[in-house]
């Protein structure tokens, strides 16, 4: 008899939009496979599913193509960062500075 399916989760928060996919996976299924098996890139023409950043519960994944899933998993698709947050703070750290240089 074969094994019943597990249920997973897959979400992605586009800038405009965002979606939660329930998806049944066999057990033994890797994040990856379960991924592109998930239908999510018919929704966002826009994502490269073999090679985008995914993780679970917000821990991103080293391996997906070999991290095999568990119940009730949710995998998470990262998008890319549009400003280095590092940088945004170095620069509203100087035009702080530079408002209290005109106060001043």
Same mark, same amino acid.
């Given at each position: 008899?074969?094994?019943?399916?597990?249920?997973?989760?897959?979400?992605?928060?586009?800038?405009?939009?965002?979606?939660?996919? @329930?998806?049944?996976? %066999?057990?033994?299924?890797?994040?990856?496979?379960?991924?592109? #098996? $998930?239908?999510? *890139?018919? /929704?966002?023409? @826009?994502?490269?599913? %073999?090679?985008?950043?995914?993780?679970?519960?917000?821990?991103? #994944? $080293?391996?997906? *193509?070999? /991290?095999?899933?568990?119940?009730?998993?949710?995998?998470?698709?990262?998008?890319?960062?549009?400003?280095?947050?590092?940088?945004?703070?170095?620069?509203?750290?100087?035009?702080?500075?530079?408002?209290?240089?005109?106060?001043?």
């Amino acid at each position: 008899m074969a094994e019943p399916l597990m249920r997973i989760e897959v979400v992605y928060a586009a800038i405009d939009r965002q979606l939660l996919l @329930e998806v049944q996976v %066999a057990h033994g299924t890797t994040l990856r496979a379960a991924l592109l #098996a $998930s239908g999510l *890139g018919e /929704h966002f023409c @826009e994502l490269d599913l %073999a090679t985008c950043p995914v993780g679970i519960f917000g821990r991103q #994944a $080293s391996a997906p *193509g070999r /991290h095999v899933l568990q119940e009730g998993d949710r995998i998470e698709v990262y998008r890319p960062l549009l400003a280095d947050p590092k940088e945004v703070r170095r620069l509203r750290a100087a035009k702080a500075a530079q408002a209290r240089k005109a106060e001043g």
